[in-house]
């Protein structure tokens, strides 16, 4: 078993920055990619960013160029910095991860962080 623990969102005015952590506890050894998603009132869960252990990371295109995900292995956790946040990143950011049990990937999920821009 794997335990997400998010913090660091609130609110924010537009154009400013925050950054989300994500620790994991337990059977780390096993967990692979760590990665954020949001979702938004009335809208779908979407990806933010991956971040690979070995550090490769992928973002969404509407985070692209904003947003910087990092990862700290020795502390099993990952971060997320966000810049330049507008309106439309308001959000439940949740953090993500996963291992697999033989041919079986198991996903594990923070409780999630909430994310306001707003003047």
């Known amino acids: 078993q794997v335990h997400l623990v998010e913090s660091g969102g609130g609110l924010v005015q537009p154009g400013g920055s925050l950054r989300l952590s994500c620790a994991a506890s337990?059977?780390?050894?096993?967990?692979?990619?760590m990665g954020w998603y949001r979702q938004a009132p009335g809208k779908e869960r979407e990806l933010v960013a991956t971040i690979t252990r070995g550090g490769r990371a992928d973002y969404g295109d509407s985070v692209k160029g904003r947003f910087t995900i990092s990862r700290d292995n020795a502390k099993n956790t990952v971060y997320l910095q966000m810049n330049s946040l507008k309106p439309e990143d308001t959000a439940v950011y949740s953090c993500?991860?996963?291992?697999?049990?033989?041919?079986?990937?198991?996903?594990?999920w923070g409780q999630g962080t909430q994310v306001t821009v707003s003047s």
């Open positions: 337990g059977t780390v050894f096993s967990i692979s990619d």
């Open positions: 993500n991860t996963y291992a697999w049990s033989g041919a079986r990937r198991i996903d594990y």
